[in-house]
């Protein structure tokens, strides 16, 4: 007897995806893909948009790349371009893009200030802006935007990142307020430290610093990319149909509460 396949949950909706080529943003790629979703995989390094794009079309998933650059003032032409060629319609956005870099404000020139604020802050408020006449054209849709533990908490010697990452979460609620009556939600998650192939190769120059997780994270781990992504993806999914405006933590219980490693044995 035939039995119809059941559809998956995000079959026919478009994502794009900034950052696609590696880290957080690839586990996102992949885990919208998996779930039944097509996916725009946006990178600044063709080589590697392209390769997130193979492997979801290797594992029968629908995918196409494009080059993007959240920094330029055209940032997502491409990424939209792509989209509406190939499906015609875009669903959701994934504004994963950013950079960290570890200076106090007296360590910083303004090309290093404007630089940070830029790459975590204005590309979301750039890429956004491209992207929702589409979702309103397609009848409404979700935004999540990755900003970070470093926007809940301050960061010692990331002051711009901080600021930054703290300002992507007010920019969050702002954007769910205005657009719910278009039926976009817009989101927010924060990551904790996550092994990305970025983190990895700094722990691998950086003796030691891996046990640090220890004092930090009550789960005394970091967190796989996928464990990121899969809270990400289901703030854009229906299952989150009236989560909007939303700060969602995917820490380990980093910021929790205050870590006194003191009591422990009192
Ligand atoms: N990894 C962590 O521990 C962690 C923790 C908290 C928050 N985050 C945030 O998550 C996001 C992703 O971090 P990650 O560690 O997975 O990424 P990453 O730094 O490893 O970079 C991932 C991808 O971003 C692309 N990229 C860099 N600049 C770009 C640009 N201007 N335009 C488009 N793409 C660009 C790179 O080519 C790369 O493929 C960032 O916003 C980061 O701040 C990461």
Redesign the pocket.
Known sequence: MLTSIPELPLSGRTAIV??A?????RAIALEWAAQGGIVVAA???AD?AEATARSIRQARGESVWAT????APDAMSQAVAAALDSYGRVDALFN?????LPRRVDEMDDTDWYRMID??LTSVYRCSKAVIPELRRAGGGSIVN?S??AGLLAENRCAAYSAAKGGVLLLTKNMAMDYAADSIRVNAIC????M????REYLDRVPGHDSMIDGLCPMKRFAE?AEIARPAVFLASDAASYITGAVLAVDGGLTAGKHFAIFEDA
Do not use: F, Q, W
Not at 21 to 25: D, E, N, P, S, T
Not at 96 to 100: D, E, F, K, L, T
């Open positions: 900034t950052a080529g590696a880290g957080i943003g990178d600044l390094h590697s993007v650059d959240v920094t994963v893009a950013g950079a960290s790459i975590n990755v970070s533990t990551p904790g430290s996550t990305t192939p970025r983190i990319p």
